[in-house]
């Protein structure tokens, strides 16, 4: 019996990654709209790489034992919404730390999970500079950035539409990113980048 009750215990809580976040310092108000859109688009990074979409996110979090705080699509989409860069106001809300942290956990989590793909990215990444080519001379690649750079221009409003070029090496860069998040103590990692970057413009 004693058993059965801790194991309920432990499925009603989030894992030990959980407690590693409360260690980090907690986000200012002036820092949270920054650390809102960074989060979107290190999901949007992940999605455009793997074309994995809200199902998978939803199973992670409740791999996790998330799944109260981000419990359904609508949550899931609300607390995306939450980005202010993003389209619409419908689903907007304030974003808070528990929920932050919910979202940094399942972006690691995937992460992980698609560690292959990622270090085969960064890969042909790597060989493709170093023979100063162009990132969309490979399919994977190519393929890759034009899904960011496409979602990114159909989701965000249009006062924050950037250059094509700017668009791609910010889609580069969180690849990378991605590469570093996928490792252990990737959560961590994310979090202090997500307070480091809070200050400056995405």
């Known amino acids: 019996m004693l058993k059965v009750m801790q ?18 310092p907690t986000p200012n108000s002036v820092q949270w709209d920054n650390i809102k859109t960074q989060l979107d688009l290190v999901l949007l990074a992940l999605e455009s790489l793997t074309g994995l979409g809200s199902d998978a996110m939803l199973s992670a979090a409740i791999s996790l034992n998330l799944e109260t705080k ?18 619409g106001q419908g689903g907007r809300k304030k974003l808070d730390v528990e929920e932050a942290r919910s979202l940094v956990l399942i972006s690691c989590y995937l992460a992980k999970q698609h560690q292959e793909l990622i270090r085969r990215a960064v890969g042909l990444l790597e060989k493709i500079a170093a023979k ?43 690849m990378v990113d991605l590469l570093f998040y996928s490792a252990s103590g990737g959560h961590r990692r994310l979090w202090l980048v997500l307070i480091d970057r809070s200050t400056k413009q995405v």
């Not at 194991?7 to 980090?24: E, G, K, T, V, Y």
């Not at 949550?75 to 389209?87: G, T």
């Not at 950037?162 to 668009?167: I, Q, R």
Request: aromatic share 8%; charged share 25%.
């Open 70 to 87: 981000v419990p359904d699509r609508v949550a899931l989409w609300r607390l995306r919404q939450s980005n202010p860069i993003r389209k």
């Open 132 to 174: 100063n080519q162009e990132p969309h001379q490979n399919s994977l690649l190519g393929d890759y950035i034009d899904a960011f750079c496409n979602t990114y221009q159909e989701r965000m409003k249009e006062d924050e539409i950037v250059s094509t070029e700017l668009l791609t090496n910010l889609a580069l860069k969180l």
């Open 7 to 24: 194991s309920a215990a432990n499925s009603a809580r989030p894992n030990s990654q959980w407690d590693d976040l409360s260690q980090f």
